[in-house]
């Protein structure tokens, strides 16, 4: 169930989501111990003319 909230929902293409990293003393293996999620902003083509 939140395999599929982050996979379908937060990691959808219309988002930019951001895994803050971290580790956890004494052990050394990264984990997430945050996420950010906002809309994606749209950038737009080259403009040449």
């Known amino acids: 169930m ?3 909230k982050y996979l379908d929902d937060l990691c959808a293409p ?3 989501t951001r895994f803050f990293m971290g580790t956890v003393f ?7 111990v945050g996420v ?3 809309p994606r ?9």
Do not use: L, T
Request: glycine content about 12%; proline content about 12%.
């Open 2 to 4: 939140v395999r599929e």
């Open 14 to 16: 219309d988002w930019d």
């Open 26 to 32: 004494p052990y050394i293996p990264w984990v997430v």
């Open 36 to 38: 950010f999620c906002s």
């Open 41 to 49: 902003a749209y950038q737009g083509g080259p403009n040449f003319g």
